[in-house]
């Protein structure tokens, strides 16, 4: 009722492979998605290696590793309202950029700092690094719809259906790539069969790809999103243009 939908002609058709292709080669189609690939494969990796490294690394029993999980998506429901709130003071990717960092700085400090079979200063750790899980989620589609704003003025069609398409499968790319922690655990030797015992030799090899590979995906996408080019103000240039642009079309 409040939010009708706008009365648009047929679109054009998107013209295919080619089409999309230019659009993601856009550079704020470009930067967007390349985060959104690193974030997802940071999140990736703490999930499908959550389990083994608690328990493997850090002794606990694999009831209080599932609290631990429980917790850490907890709380990315509870920091998603300090995101948002970041994101309208200081614009949508610096936020993101934000959180990137604070991600990697707190699931470092959570899994490096926290000593071995410390349940609760474990659980308050994993609840500080979970407060930005759900930035990525929240952010990066409400920066995909300012960018179909800049695609709509550009070339003249509604794309947001199409680049949400192109959003949600660079995420689910993004967890794909992850699945292969399990190939490099195979190679390092890991066993994971409940009750075995790994060499210490091995512990460090899942210790390293559980906390160095994600920090570093989520310091790239920091990196990337420095100079993301679609900032509050040019997208408020993009809104006033395409409102001129409609109202003399109507």
């Known amino acids: 009722v409040f939010t009708p ?3 648009n002609v047929t679109p054009p058709p998107h013209g295919g492979l080619g089409a999309t292709l230019a659009l993601i080669a856009k550079p704020v189609l470009r930067r967007l998605l390349l985060s959104d690939l690193m974030l997802g494969a940071a999140r990736g990796l703490i999930g499908v290696l959550f389990f083994y490294f608690f328990e493997q690394a850090r002794g606990f029993e694999r009831e209080q590793t ?3 999980l429980l917790v850490y998506f907890v709380a990315g429901l ?7 709130v970041l994101a309208t003071r200081i614009g949508k990717h610096r936020a993101l950029a ?3 960092v604070y ?3 707190s699931f470092a400090a959570a899994t490096l700092l926290v000593p071995a079979g410390n349940f609760p200063a474990a659980l308050g750790a994993m ?8 930035a990525a989620d929240l952010l990066l589609r409400a920066m995909m719809a300012d960018a179909s704003d800049a695609i709509r003025l550009d070339v003249g069609a509604d794309r ?13 790319l993004g967890y794909a790539v992850s699945v292969g922690a399990f190939a490099v655990l195979e190679w390092i030797g890991f066993d994971a069969a409940p009750g075995a015992v790994n060499d210490p030799d091995v512990i460090l090899g899942l210790q390293w790809l559980f906390i160095a590979a994600p920090v570093v995906l989520l310091l790239i996408s920091a990196l990337v999103l420095r100079i993301y080019p679609l900032t509050p103000e040019r997208h408020a240039d993009i809104r006033a243009r395409l409102a001129a642009r409609d109202g003399e079309a109507v």
């Open 127 to 134: 609840f500080g690094a979970g407060l930005a899980f759900g």
């Open 78 to 84: 509870v920091g998603a309202p300090i995101w948002a």
């Open 5 to 7: 939908e706008p009365k």
């Open 103 to 105: 991600f990697a700085v």
């Open 160 to 172: 947001t259906g199409l680049l949400f398409s192109i959003l949600n499968a660079t995420s689910k």
């Open 66 to 68: 599932s609290i631990l």
């Open 98 to 100: 934000v959180g990137s």
